[in-house]
Nanobody, 128 residues
Framework: AQQLVESGGGSVQAGGSLRLSCEVS????????VAWFRQGPGQEREGVAT????????YYAEAVKGRFTISQDNAKNTIFLEMNILKAEDTAMYYC?????????????????????WGQGTQVTVSS
């Protein structure tokens, strides 16, 4: 069965950086959408970044554009989220997700969350 395990979360001061990792097992990460979502205290889950691992097309939420970067390492079957210039409002539980195989033309930014496999999450806390 597929398994996604996030790591790299923690506490950081505003302006700092963190790099989240998501090790995927049971399925290859190529030829599909992969994504990072987050859910802050009292907030709904929101998409942060998506990437199609074959087309390399990315999508970022407006709140993180220019600060966050999603990437992949196929050899390690791992997805990353590089987060820079962190703000207090970035505080949330961060979840990685991997979709089912999809064409290179897929717009991952519009993929419904219900189509993904999910990790358990890693907490990011940013203090101002």
């Amino acid at each position: 069965a597929q398994q996604l395990v996030e790591s790299g979360g923690g506490s950081v001061q505003a302006g700092g950086s963190l790099r989240l990792s998501c090790e995927v097992s049971g399925i290859p990460i190529d030829n599909r959408c992969v994504a990072w979502f987050r859910q802050g205290p009292g907030q709904e889950r929101e998409g942060v970044a998506t990437l199609h691992t074959s087309s390399k097309r990315t999508y970022y939420a407006e709140a993180v554009k220019g600060r966050f970067t999603i990437s992949q390492d196929n050899a390690k079957n791992t997805i990353f989220l590089e987060m820079n210039i962190l703000k207090a409002e970035d505080t949330a539980m961060y979840y990685c997700a991997a979709g089912r195989p999809s064409p290179v033309t897929t717009n991952c930014g519009t993929q419904p969350p219900g189509t993904y496999y999910w990790g358990q999450g890693t907490q990011v806390t940013v203090s101002s």
